[in-house]
């Protein structure tokens, strides 16, 4: 295993510590740059985790971790490298308070560690059921569910089409939405256990991408010149004597559900077989519970876990609803519904309003008044958050920041991950390590090290800090950022906490 510490390179130590976090000095910065004096001692750079472990990268190859396409999930590798660190053995339980497509539930699985585990997201719950499954599973069953579906030919007749929302009109073919209708009713409606559907209702996820115009793209979907949008589009361009867009996508040749389905159900068939084979791991409890995770945790009880391992959303606006939109209208989430899901989502988008009124109310319905109110005194009294609020609010009346709701968005960020902080720290034992995997932000030409202010507040909570490893490789800015304020790396690391 290497590990650089800072002591061994202090020439590069420079890359990594934040050397002004206000471009210009244009606002204070005092709180930021000695909370980063303070932390700095406990950073490791570290060539044991890179970009691959802490992104999907690593789990594409992965049996069974590659299931559901979730780009925004980490590594099970690097889940394995942390239970080890942490010194996790079978019969352990560890929590993921952001499942995604549960790396860390089956990570903990497959080595016999209990998990719990929460998402808002009903692909989770479907990706969860389907990998847990996997000693489940009856080969036959699925190799006669693969052939029946290799003889399916839709009946010329069939006119249903798949449910859509407002932003996913038109995102396939007509053929096509008539092709996941007929799939969905016929996987309702077949006698196949409901482990086998399940993996069915997996596989059409997995395939609505590739068999749509569209493509998922940083924070949006992208549509090919062939899709309704683009049409509109270009037609409106013309007739409006505006140049035609530059910028277009040609998915080329679009599979058909079916093509794409079977090539899904046989890659995962191949994993069920291997894994049937060759692991044998403990019995374990796995726990998922769809809702979430700042209503969920204070109904747990104290003193439960022995670690942590998650990565919330990042701070950076990226919208999951959006870039889920096509698996979301799949599984039944109207335009209502959506907007309520955004909204659920740790606040991570401009468009998030604040939720303390609600987990008020939720922590007065449990009757935790004083924890509720012992956790916002410790979010009012950090210096850290002040500073950064009054910097944006102070960026934002310069015309430095975008989107107003920016400020908003920061702030009840840190107030929301508070909550999930001290709601761990009641459910860890003596002992317990947690790690938190997030990228440092930068709005405004103001940087925000959330490695070194959520560890802050873990701090105020009660936690140790115990280090946090930073990848080598530094995340760049947004070409605006970039153009108005210059270049500023920004850490990507992983926190760790100990409960004394
Ligand atoms: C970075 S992803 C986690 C990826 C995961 N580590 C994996 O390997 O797939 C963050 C997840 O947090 C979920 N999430 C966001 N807000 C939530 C909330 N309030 N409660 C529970 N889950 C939430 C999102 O739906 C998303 O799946």
């Known amino acids: 295993m290497e590990q650089l510490n800072l002591f061994e390179m202090p020439s590069v130590t420079d890359k990594w510590q934040v050397q002004s976090f206000s471009a210009d000095n244009f606002g204070q910065q005092s709180a930021r740059m000695s909370l980063e004096q303070r932390l700095i001692p406990i ?7 890179d970009r691959r472990s802490v992104s999907y990268q690593l789990s594409k190859n992965d049996c069974l971790h590659r299931w559901l396409k979730y780009k925004e999930g980490f590594s099970a ?25 549960g790396t860390t539930s089956l990570v903990c699985k497959m080595q016999g560690i209990n998990s719990i585990g929460f998402d808002i997201l009903p692909m989770s719950k479907i990706a969860i059921e389907a990998k847990q499954s996997v000693f489940d599973y009856d080969l036959s069953e699925i190799k006669q569910l693969i052939s029946e579906i290799k003889k399916i030919n839709i009946p010329k007749n069939y006119n249903k089409h798949s449910p859509y929302i407002t932003i996913t009109d038109g995102a396939y073919p007509k053929n096509t939405e008539q092709e996941i209708a007929f799939f969905a009713e016929w996987n309702q409606n077949n006698n196949y256990s409901k482990t086998a559907k399940n993996l069915v209702t997996l596989c059409i996820l997995n395939s609505l991408e590739k068999v749509s115009y569209t493509a998922k793209d940083g924070q949006f979907l992208r ?8 049409r509109e589009s270009a037609e ?9 867009l530059v910028i277009r996508l040609d998915k080329g040749d679009l599979p058909t559900l079916k093509q794409s389905l079977l090539a899904e159900l046989n890659s ?22 769809e809702g979430n995770s700042l209503y969920e945790l204070p109904k747990h009880d104290d003193n439960i876990l022995n670690g942590v391992i998650t990565s919330p959303p990042y701070c950076n606006r990226y919208d999951y609803t959006r870039t889920y939109a096509l698996e979301l209208a799949y599984l039944g989430v109207t335009n209502e519904k959506i907007k309520i899901l955004r909204q659920a989502l740790l606040s991570c988008t401009v468009e998030n309003k604040p939720k303390i009124d609600h987990i008020k109310d939720n922590y007065t319905a449990l009757g935790k008044e004083k924890d509720f109110k012992r956790i916002v005194q410790i ?34 960020y840190f107030t929301e991950l508070t909550f999930i902080y001290a709601e761990l720290f009641r459910l860890c034992k003596s002992g317990a390590k947690v790690a938190f995997v997030n990228d440092n932000v930068r709005y405004g030409g103001e940087v925000i090290s959330v490695d070194f202010i959520s560890t802050e507040l873990a701090e105020q909570i009660g936690f140790k800090p115990v280090k946090v490893y930073s990848l080598k490789q530094q995340k760049g800015n947004s070409s605006q950022q970039m153009a108005k304020f210059g270049r500023v790396p920004l850490r990507k690391s992983i926190t760790m906490w100990e409960k004394p």
């Open 77 to 101: 590798d690097m889940v394995k490298r942390l239970l080890k660190e942490f010194n996790i053995k079978a019969g352990d339980t560890i929590l993921d308070p952001f499942v995604g497509s």
């Open 268 to 289: 995962v068939f191949a994993d069920i077989s291997i894994i049937q084979k060759n692991s044998h791991p403990p019995e374990s409890k796995l726990q998922f519970i």
């Open 43 to 49: 950073m490791v750079v570290s060539n044991e985790f």
């Open 223 to 230: 549509w090919d010149y062939r899709s309704k949008k683009m």
């Open 379 to 412: 979010i009012e009294n950090n210096k850290t958050l002040a500073e950064i609020n009054h910097s944006l609010t102070e960026r934002n009346r310069n015309g430095d920041i975008n989107n107003k709701g920016v400020l908003r968005m920061v702030n009840s």
């Open 236 to 244: 409106y361009r013309e007739q409006n004597g505006k140049p035609p």
